[in-house]
């Protein structure tokens, strides 16, 4: 990263400027209505549909340049736009107009002793930025959600996107203008390439939030550089437990379901626990079908024991606790009880969410009570933390910070609050 | 500020192993019941009165100590504690004990189509850092409503007020360890000076959440530095807006309370704005008004026609427009409507309060839309901003931020939630 005073005034110039007037663009959004905001995203819709063509011409160029660059084929396919995933991305802005808009509710009421009418009122956040990697999927999922809560928004996707998230952000900005509200309610600054995202950190008088979306690097660095606050979002380092008292059956399906259903999103399992008492009931069964299903284990001899004779173990090493696999690996541990399967999530956690497998009343609540994450589920599959899933629509990320938004981030979760004070000529006494 | 890497490896170690520890106790404190914490907080209200002499003594070092460094009198006045203080201070501990405990409330709670039961609940959000000025009450105030939601709190206090905090330290930790709670709930670090405040900000794998209180070079710093997140308090830039249908009585009752009533703090009044049609009828009378309780006006000319002769106005600078006087100065404005005031409280407001004096509806309405602050009043004086005024009982500070919280932070506003999912065996399919 770049030190601040090193970066050329044309960039501090050209992001802060852009910062500025997403902000002004901001200011009307939040006096702008939920009709006038959904025919801009229907706009936007439209718009993304009807600029197909041009959009995958830009995601191709992008495309060759990551093979010329030697792109593995996993960051080529979350790279890649076609014509059908334009449609569905299309077709997600149509259902973001479907969701209530959360601008104007009030969240609580009163009249004081004084006869003041107070009222806690949700308005739009102002102006949410946005650093992400090289899906640009994300460019329109940040830019549709902020627009639909009122909130202008600043997108640095990564530059291997960046002809891709150019095109986009073209579209959407004609789409919104064309519908009559400002082209600046979205902004990219990807031109102005890693100083111009060093620049965004540091615009706190205009922006309101930043969220980091991608992998643990991006968002250490986010979090160690800017002094816009920040939510994290994403990373998950999930554990299941498996007590004395579950049934194989319940077991080995949340615990197959949970890691490779999709595993390399941030709600797969990562390492299993298993009470040693459960070991040698469950154990045979959940190796031997994460096996067939092609699953790295990572496990101690102990753990080894039970496994089918033809299966190959990797010896588990401390850095493999700590470790989000994203993929068809697991670390898998026997633990004596509850209390050190508690005390091993503690000390590896990442707070996003962790998952008992029990028949027993009192080890439930203890799990749930003891364990600090967004989301703690009780004989329930790891990968139902997710805003569709929970009910919230669509989601900007899932929270793993305390502050402000936990777990899902929906529409909700980009707003702020203002209170307001109606009187008649009341002085403090 | 020094470099963290400038800082002795005792004091990284030393702060380190407090927060350390303040984290293990806040994991015993997130399973406390609200009748414990209620015993160890009346236990702490006894302990202070018990300590009284004690702690006089401890401050006398501190005021003796300011005198020779040729502290200002408001700032020793601060600094002060008697046994009236000490007496009253425990009697706002006794008064937290009444308040209602927020942990464990659930906010939202749903059976998903699947059959999970889902429940967000509120739970405390753990280590609770502050970084304040020298007040001592400061001291209990936050270690007390951080432990009444049931969170541990460490404590960077000003070095002026060193002596004091560390006996107030002392009572407290030795009531919270008698009525059986872990006294690592609350901890000082104000023997490791300055850089022991610099590795609190760093300790982001220890502290959930970092309060600066104080002034706004203070506040900056913070914000600047810490990457544990922070919630930015209590800089006010209060404007009022005197509309021209506004009348007489209710216009200078209003200016006159939120400028004088306690003219010390950040909710009260720094800048007036007068619409010009208001101002032949409104104006002499507050400028009179003002002028009597020995306010200093800074203003232009155009404002000055209005003043009794006898009376000085100082010229009014931009600097002005900016400025939290937070003592007996006002800058007056006059405004050739609703939008210029809009567009100088915009360009102005620090986002804590603004006010409208006026009878027009339409202008209320749009005051209230377009203004992005924490408080917007209508016809009210802007002291209202206050926790105890708006029901909220005690209050940590008044956020001017608006991720988490904003406006007066209470008890709720020390915790965060948890999603809990309570399930049979559901798998997504």
Redesign the interface.
Known sequence: MTAASEIHPKTVRGVTRIARNAKAAA?QL??TSTAEKNTALTAVADALRANTDRIVAANEADIAAGIDDGMSEALLDRLRLDADRIAAIADSVDAVVDLADPVGDVVLG?T?PNG?R?T?TR?P??VIGAIYEARPNVTVDIAVLALKSGNASVLRGGSAAQNSNAEIITVLRNAVASAGLPADAINGIDQFGRDGANVLMHA?DFV??LIPRGGTELINMV??ES?V???ETGVGNVHMFIDSTATV??AV??V??SKT?RPSVCNSLETLLVHEKAAKRVLPKILDRLDGEGVVVHADSDVAAHAPTTMKIKRVSRRDWAKEYLGLEIAVKLVSGIEEAIDHI?AYSSGHTEVIVTKDLDN?DTF???I??????????T???DGG???FGAEVGIST????A??PMGLEQLT??????????????
């Open positions: 200011s939040a006096t009163r004081l003041i107070l806690q308005v956040m102002g706190r309101d939030l979090v160690q002094i606050p920040v939510i059956k319940t399906d949340l197959l379901n259903q503690r439930a749930v009570a003891a600090d994450a967004a989301a703690v589920g009780v004989n329930v599959s990968r139902f933390t899933e929970l009910g910070q305390k502050l402000h936990r777990g702020t609050t203002k209170w307001v004070m109606m009187g008649n000529g009341q002085i403090r006494s």
